[in-house]
């Protein structure tokens, strides 16, 4: 079953805005990822963040992770078009061989 | 030219055909999988493997199966596909044991598998 569920399911927002995707999950974790897919495409890699850590950031993206919630989020600061696309978050299930399990995603569309 | 390649792009067939569909890798990773995408369920794992001689179901094996040929090579078969299992296909790769669990995934580009 899927591990990681992504909140909204579709986001429209306007250049220049701020994307904010949450993702919750059920067990316990070595780290959780984010990755990003165009229409179609193959998914890409966004970020990593371990279980030993809160927050995350890579350019204009912030990532932060609740262990005692068991949820993350992903902040996109000043949307472009570009950052048009699906957003899915996928956690290594602790104790696991090494699986990631990946969430349903978010739709984002940034409207120029 | 691409990482991580997987032939074919586009493939139409019809039911009770045998279907492989192939990946190769230039990124000298260990760890290969597969993974389904259908609309609004995101990705589903099939199989993965850790190496050569170590292939894993995931969570929606039934229909499939693998072969890892080689480190670089891990193909896909459907031995005799159903209309249900039209979707498209990812075939990823990774590194094994950094300390971290499961690292960053290197995606293909998708082959998109329709049955009739």
């Known amino acids: 079953s899927q591990q990681g569920e992504e909140d909204p399911q579709a986001l429209s927002i306007q250049e220049g805005e701020n994307a904010t995707m949450n993702c919750s999950y059920k067990?316990?974790?070595?780290?959780l990822q984010w990755y990003r897919q165009n229409s179609g495409r193959g998914l890409v890699h966004l970020i990593l963040?371990?279980?030993?850590?809160r927050e995350k950031h890579s350019g204009r993206l912030r990532v932060t992770l609740d262990t005692s919630k068991k949820s993350s989020s992903l902040l996109i600061t000043a949307s472009r078009a570009a950052d048009t696309a699906s957003y899915f978050c996928?956690?290594?299930?602790?104790?696991?061989?090494?699986?990631?399990?990946f969430g349903k995603g978010t739709k984002l569309s940034v409207k120029p | 030219d691409a990482d991580v390649t997987q032939t074919p792009r586009n493939r139409i067939t019809k039911t009770g055909k045998r279907i492989m569909l192939e990946c190769s890798q230039t990124?000298?990773?260990?760890?290969m999988y597969w993974y389904r995408q259908d609309p609004g369920l995101g990705l589903r794992l099939i199989y993965y493997?850790?190496?050569?001689?170590?292939?894993n179901k995931g969570e929606i094996s039934d229909g499939y199966s693998v072969s890892r040929q080689a480190q670089a090579k891990f193909s896909l078969s459907l031995e005799s596909a159903i209309p249900n299992q039209t979707a498209l296909y990812f075939c990823?790769?990774?590194?094994?044991?950094?300390?971290?669990?499961?690292?960053?995934?290197?995606f293909g580009e998708g082959s998109r598998l329709t049955v009739l």
């Open positions: 990124k000298g990773h260990d760890r």
């Open positions: 996928a956690t290594d299930e602790g104790g696991s061989q090494g699986n990631l399990i």
């Open positions: 990823a790769t990774g590194r094994s044991g950094r300390g971290i669990g499961t690292g960053e995934l290197f």
């Open positions: 493997s850790f190496d050569v001689k170590d292939i």
């Open positions: 963040i371990r279980s030993n850590e």
């Open positions: 067990t316990s974790i070595n780290n």
